[in-house]
């Protein structure tokens, strides 16, 4: 008799949430994916036939894997072989990170720990004719399964610290009080002072060739950096960099990485604030330092935000659950997988870096002068790709943050914005922005109500200097002012009041020009929360146009060099 049988592979949290450098968090998404694959490849190698995910060759490969198996094939024995395949291919990634930092590593300790880290989980029924049914049925068995784990006691070390990216287990990295982490391989772990990991945290920092990847600084000064390139100072600074080039200064790869070819470093290298993180991570000694400060007091200071992207699928389940077959449920796969191609290309054409992309799950790092029009053109490609399905869409949420907040509180926010992008009826597009030392400022709308649209033609005017850039602080006073008004007298009042500051308002542009470029946006305004959410739209703007600012200074520059010529 044939069965249907799911496997699901873990941690999730360690692998993927607990992490500090962006490395962490793609490595961990990385590996958590490697470990899919190898378990999906043992069920087809076993004549199981896959249904989720339906191609082997994607890009990431969801955690769940869901297969049909044929006749005389005992699941029992298909899922014993796919565990021992996860735990083979999980040994590998610790062989090859000890094997980087063996003189950093306390090895009974780290033994310990690696062969206690894989969840895996597998539950199975015998078909029958009715696929939904049987899907239903196997996800429940699977959910109880979790449900009732083993929870083992914990093997706590006394005297010895927890690891820092979650607190979870003992850190297998050496005592210092005793003996002193070898300097390169310091370097290779981009260890702060007093931080401490595991062996799944020295394993995401060290496994896979030690690739570096964009952090959240380099993400975030992309638009300077394409502002400045045609600039002297800017070459001169470019040459600093490749001189500490190696051990010192992280180089990424331009084939991995072609959106940074521009500047192919870290980039905390260009942020004078963060030079003292700069020094302790990289051993850069303080001569190198002072030449790189020297350089960039010779250009601006790059805008110190980032956008996180979170964009999750609509209605995904309630189209999975009316799926009435198996080759149905294979179609909708490819078509999720198609998407997650995609994905990869859209993000890496905004100067972004997509950390992971598993079917309708996209999180991804992006300058704030992009982010728009990359949520823009990722709902586009869901579209096309499930054209098949009319009434699936995409909800996507930006943060817009300071890059030295902590990661899991970026992350945090882009959840969050992608929350508020499914309220109140899904297909939605939200703008979370959070300076340092205030509360989120919020806009949100459905797509269809063309709030992108809204927000740069806003963008277009600040930076024409058409709009003023202290009038969205005013208008939120009043709209706090008339919070409390009676529906009936608030309109009226406080339209009144809008086209008073207006006049107020002193513009390069004009008063008459200010007021016609907002003529149609105070029309729409009927009580105070319209003029609320213009104001902070307007501030979300304000930010954008920042960006949009610093990464048009380059094609300034060479229109002029043109004019010259």
């Not at 008799?1 to 949430?17: D, K, N, R, T, Y």
């Not at 805008?303 to 909708?332: C, K, N, T």
């Not at 200097?465 to 009042?493: G, K, Q």
């Amino acid at each position: 008799m044939s069965h249907l049988i799911v496997l699901s592979i873990g941690p999730v949290q360690e692998f993927i949430a607990a992490a500090r450098r962006t490395r962490d968090l793609w490595f961990g998404s990385y590996l958590l994916s490697e470990l899919s694959r190898s378990a999906a490849q043992t069920v087809e190698a076993a004549g199981g036939k896959l249904i989720f995910p339906a191609d082997l060759t994607a890009f990431s490969i969801a955690n769940v894997i869901l297969a049909e198996l044929p006749d005389n094939n005992a699941p029992a024995n298909i899922a014993a072989q796919a565990k021992e395949a996860v735990q083979r291919a999980w040994k590998q990634f610790c062989d090859d990170a000890y094997a980087a930092v063996r003189d950093s590593i306390r090895k009974e300790i780290w033994d310990d720990q690696a062969d206690d880290v894989i969840e895996f989980y597998a539950a199975w029924v015998t078909r029958s004719s009715d696929y939904r049914a049987d899907r239903a049925r196997v996800m429940r068995l699977l959910a109880g399964r979790k449900n009732c784990r083993d929870f083992l006691p914990a093997k706590g070390l006394p005297g010895v610290p927890k690891s820092s990216l979650d607190g979870r287990r003992e850190s297998v990295l050496k005592d210092l009080r005793v003996e002193r982490i070898p300097e390169k391989q310091r370097r290779s772990l981009r260890l702060r002072d007093g931080e401490q990991l595991d062996v799944v945290g020295v394993v995401k920092r060290v496994a896979g060739g030690n690739k570096p990847y964009p952090s959240v600084s380099r993400v975030a000064a992309d638009p300077w950096v394409r502002g400045n390139r045609h600039k002297s100072a800017f070459r001169r600074l470019l040459a600093e960099c490749q001189n500490l080039a190696g051990d010192v200064l992280h180089r990424l790869s331009v084939k991995d990485f072609p959106q940074y070819e521009s500047f192919p470093f870290e980039g905390s290298a260009v942020y004078r604030s963060r030079f003292h993180e700069f020094q302790q991570e990289a051993a850069v000694s303080e001569q190198e330092v002072a030449r790189l400060a020297d350089t960039l007091e010779q250009l601006p200071e790059p805008e110190p935000y980032v956008a996180v992207l979170v964009a999750d699928g609509d209605r995904m389940g309630e189209l999975i659950a009316g799926l009435d077959s198996p080759e149905a449920h294979r179609e909708f796969s490819a078509a999720l997988a198609a998407f997650a191609q995609r994905v990869h290309d859209i993000v890496r054409e905004h100067y972004g870096v997509a950390v992971y992309a598993g079917g309708d799950d996209v999180l991804a790092f992006l300058p704030v002068d992009q982010c728009l029009d990359c949520a823009a053109a990722l709902r586009t490609a869901f579209l096309e790709c499930l054209k098949a399905y009319p009434r699936v869409s995409l909800s996507v949420g930006i943060a817009v943050g300071h890059f030295m907040e902590n990661l899991e509180d970026l992350l945090e926010y882009g959840r969050a914005a992608e929350k508020a992008a499914k309220t109140p009826d899904r297909d939605g597009l939200a703008v979370h922005l959070h300076k340092r030392g205030g509360a989120p400022i919020c806009t949100q709308a459905r797509w269809h109500e063309g709030l992108n649209d809204r927000v740069r033609r806003l963008a277009d005017l600040m930076l024409a200097e058409v709009i003023p850039s202290r009038l969205p602080y005013e208008l939120r006073r009043l709209a706090d002012l008339y919070a409390d008004w009676p529906a009936a007298t608030v309109t009226p009042a406080m339209r009144a009041d809008v086209l008073r500051i207006l006049e107020k308002k002193k513009s390069s542009r004009g008063q008459g020009e200010v007021r016609a470029a907002l003529s149609d946006l105070t029309a729409e305004l009927t009580k105070a929360a319209d003029l609320q959410r213009l104001a902070e739209t307007m501030l979300v703007a304000r930010q954008l146009a920042r960006a949009w600012k610093q990464a048009a200074s380059a094609s300034a520059l060479v229109d002029a060099q043109e004019v010259h010529e």
